[in-house]
T-cell receptor, first 114, second 113 residues
């Protein structure tokens, strides 16, 4: 069975702080895909990144970076120099290769204050 | 290009009413998914279409829920005899294929009184 755990329910930071959102996953599949989505107050889920299980190279995109570690089944997301516009709920999701749907964690609400 | 669109954005229904929620996927996307998101929770899978074929409906919570995609494009999620526990945000997503990244619409917020 697939499972995604986001242990942090809510994180509050002050603008310009760095923040890391944790994601731990469980799957029996050897080939799988991991995702992060952002859900601002408007409600739409915005795709941020997709990683394949066979590619553990970390990725950086502007102020965003992702640390994928198969040994600990984690796919953490770091925002550097956070901004107020980063305030949202962030979801980590998992998809097995033979299964089309996404399994989501419960989300982490990030509040960035000025 | 246009993203996934959903209508209505908000729907208030009296308990026992039937509702229909519409999803317009991204043009050319053959895979379409419906998810239900309760307050403070992550989205949960309801059903999946590949073109017009409903390949997985294992997430539909009861036989009051019905989804269709007759021409392989627009999809409708219908809830019959709505109950208060049906109150949630209903999200639609589409992808080029079953293994591709899913892109989500803005959702329909359903409130059953």
């Amino acid at each position: 069975a697939q499972k995604v755990t986001q242990a942090q329910t809510e994180i509050s930071v002050v603008e310009k702080e760095d923040v890391t959102l944790d994601c731990v996953y469980e799957t029996r599949d050897t080939t799988y895909y991991l995702f992060w989505y952002k859900q601002p107050p408007s409600g739409e889920l915005v795709f941020l990144i997709r990683r394949n299980s066979f590619d553990e190279q970390n990725e950086i995109s502007g102020r965003y970076s992702w640390n994928f570690q198969k040994s600990t089944s984690s796919f953490n997301f770091t925002i550097t120099a956070s901004q107020v516009v980063d305030s949202a709920v962030y979801f980590c999701a998992l998809k097995d290769s033979g299964y089309s749907t996404l399994t989501f964690g419960k989300g982490t609400m990030l509040l960035v204050s000025p | 290009g246009a993203g996934v669109s959903q209508s209505p954005r908000y729907k208030v229904a009296k308990r026992g009413q039937d509702v229909a929620l519409r999803c317009d996927p991204i043009s050319g996307h053959v895979s379409l998914f419906w998810y239900q998101q309760a307050l403070g929770q992550g989205p949960e899978f309801l059903t999946y279409f590949q073109n017009e074929a409903q390949l997985d409906k294992s997430g539909l919570p009861s036989d009051r829920f019905f989804a269709e995609r007759p021409e392989g494009s627009v999809s409708t999620l219908k809830i019959q005899r709505t109950q208060q526990e049906d109150s949630a945000v209903y999200l639609c997503a589409s992808s080029l294929g079953p293994q591709e990244t899913q892109y989500f619409g803005p959702g329909t917020r359903l409130l059953v009184l």
